[in-house]
């Protein structure tokens, strides 16, 4: 059974750097597509970026400046790294498995 465990911290400061881990069981992670999705309060679904089997990245045009997504295939985990937040980058935070496996969500929020 596939699972996807994310955890990170859920209070960032402005201009701070969020980091956020997602660990897959029961896959592993160089053998899928592994993405990073965000929904802002009262708002859709956004993807950030994601990670393809080969290592190969893409990011999301207007926050693709910002983020940087890794793996540790060793550890059977991806990152997200999101620079210099504001509040505007306040969302719930998903990892997801090709969009069929799903993390239970990170609730961020982004305040001094």
């Known amino acids: 059974q596939v699972q996807l465990q994310g955890s990170g911290p859920v209070l960032v400061k402005p201009s701070q750097t969020l980091s956020l881990t997602c660990t897959v069981s029961?896959?592993?992670?160089?053998?899928?597509?592994h993405f990073w999705i965000r929904q802002p309060p009262g708002k859709g679904l956004e993807c950030i970026g994601f990670?393809?089997?080969?290592?190969?990245?893409n990011y999301s045009p207007s926050l693709k400046s910002r983020t940087s997504i890794s793996r540790d295939t060793s550890r059977n985990q991806f990152t997200l790294q999101l620079n210099s937040v504001t509040p505007e980058d306040t969302a719930v935070y998903y990892c997801?498995?090709?969009?069929?496996?799903w993390g239970q969500g990170t609730q961020v929020t982004v305040s001094s």
């Open positions: 029961g896959a592993t992670v160089a053998t899928a597509t």
């Open positions: 997801t498995r090709t969009f069929s496996y």
């Open positions: 990670i393809t089997d080969s290592g190969s990245t």
